[in-house]
């Protein structure tokens, strides 16, 4: 398991701790982030690579993977036990997502983010733009090879998030066999509204969840 937090404006520490440790162990540090934004990560999928991602200085999202199959033997392209940044499998048209620089050195990255944004993952990735919308992207995981799938961007169809919301994603089974994909955010600060839409495509419907005073 990996613990992540922002040790100053542009300083993640990275510790690390596995099943009957005693305690975290300091593993990393990353340079030249935004501390303000959040951190995501997918790490329950098949096989034995784990991602990151991070907000740099420009407000740019980027995606890092890391493969510890210490019994694979490492190359240029694929290294072990070392976080690389994901780079660019093809070039994107139509998606936000746009290049900014040359394609054959490029990452896969999301640029005009809000600086303050949450990130997640369930299914899809999910980021705060910098007109405060919350954007879905579906990503194609596969280490060195991990893309963007442009078709399947979505913006979530309801009212722009509170400038650096908090940002809660997850799936759910709905009542007609399949599941629903359900994002939480502020819209107003002392709210908390839900927006539903199907897994694969469909309308985005609102709820308003009441919070009780404590």
Known sequence: MHLWYASDNTTFKQYGWRYGD????????????????????????????????????????????????????????????EWTNCKLAFIPTHHPATLTHNPFTASVSIPNVNPATSLGYTNYFYAQMASNEIMGYNISWNAENTSIVSRDTFTIGGDPGLPGTHLSVTALPNQSGGDDINVFYQTVGDDVTEYTRDLEVGQWSKVNILIPDM
């Open 22 to 81: 005693d305690e975290w162990d300091y593993q990393e540090e990353w340079n030249d982030l935004n501390g303000h934004a959040g951190v995501g990560c997918y790490s329950w999928g098949e096989g034995t690579v784990t991602y990151a991602m991070f907000v740099d200085l420009k407000n740019t999202v980027n995606f890092y993977w890391k493969d510890t199959n210490s019994n694979m033997t490492a190359t240029d392209d694929h290294p072990i036990n």
